[in-house]
């Protein structure tokens, strides 16, 4: 419900003393958590750390700073608590539909800690890709839908749920090339594997490689496969690259078993929506869009 996130972020950073941990700790790029602190810094007119090489350390505002953000982080907690045990007597059913990303890297933490506070809401949750999705939401055979990409049906109600960021990954044992920036114009001289057709990722980056001039058809594509799951297993056996959401890298980030291309001139972004029909929201789907808001970052 309320949260704010560039304070989270700073405190992340703290934390781990990190930018790069920090991003994978937030589903985020490290160029992300950068543009946070540096805009955290403009506000409080200080900096905040001591970069030195790999290496930062926090100065006394940060430290001043973190004290204070401490006792704010804990008092979102709190008021968030204090407005979701009015209802935890509620009950009743909820049918969610997720595109594959949502469905299966950002919802199930999300639906432990729903069900863990709401134990007498029975929900059911349906996956499938974005446009698999938006007709299931506009048939009626879910409550509420998840979605990835842009597309517009004028039937649906739509309205943002996150942002996510989609970067290019290889598999750490790559030995096609040691770089850890490119440029666009690279891209096509690079072995691909993709999502299929129908994928809202598919969707927003044809938009953002034709914005570059590039399109599919001048990569070298080895082969589309129906899931981030199926695509993060080829790419560990393999010396191919792909476009993919950083929220579904982040384990083998972690674990170094991927690692993330930097594409000098190419940013791509985008959101997680809410798909419904209009005016269909109840009170308990309001409940759940709110906890979701209030719960992911």
């Keep these: 419900m309320i949260l704010d996130f560039r304070l989270k972020v700073f405190n992340t950073v703290v934390y781990y003393l990190n930018f790069s ?3 994978i700790e937030l589903c985020i790029t490290q160029p992300a958590v950068t543009k946070h602190i540096s805009e955290l810094e403009k506000q409080v007119g200080f900096p905040l750390f ?16 973190y004290r204070y953000t401490q ?6 907690r709190d008021l968030n608590n204090e407005f979701a045990s009015e209802s935890a007597s509620c009950n009743g059913e909820i049918r969610i539909g997720a595109s594959t990303t949502i469905s299966q890297y950002i919802l199930p933490v999300i639906l432990a800690k729903f069900k863990s506070r709401y134990p007498l809401i029975a929900v059911e949750l349906i996956s499938g890709n974005s446009r698999e999705i938006e007709r299931l939401a506009a048939e009626r055979d879910i ?7 842009n597309s517009n049906v004028p039937t649906l109600h739509y309205e943002t749920f996150m942002k996510d960021e989609i970067v290019l990954v290889t598999s750490v044992a790559n030995n096609r090339s040691c770089k850890d920036e490119i440029s666009s114009e690279e891209l096509t001289q690079l072995p691909f594997v993709f999502r299929e057709n129908g994928s809202g990722t598919l969707d927003v980056i044809d938009a953002a490689l034709l914005e570059k001039g590039i399109r599919r058809k001048d990569l070298h594509i080895q082969l589309y496969l129906g899931s981030s799951e199926s695509i993060k297993r080829y790419l560990l056996h393999s ?11 982040s384990d083998e980030l972690k674990d170094n078993k991927l690692r993330i291309i930097d594409v000098a001139d190419l940013e791509i972004s985008r959101e997680f929506r809410f798909v419904s029909l209009h005016g269909s929201y109840g009170k308990l789907i309001e409940m759940f869009r709110a906890f979701c808001l209030s719960n992911y970052n």
Excluded: C, H, M, W
């Design 50 to 65: 001591i970069r030195q090489g790999n290496k930062i350390s926090i100065t006394p505002q940060g430290e001043i700073l």
């Design 71 to 76: 006792r704010i982080l804990g008092l979102y």
């Design 143 to 149: 409550d509420i839908g998840l979605i990835e990409g």
């Design 21 to 23: 941990k920090a991003a």
């Design 239 to 249: 010396d191919t690259y792909a476009f993919i959401s950083i929220a579904a890298v």
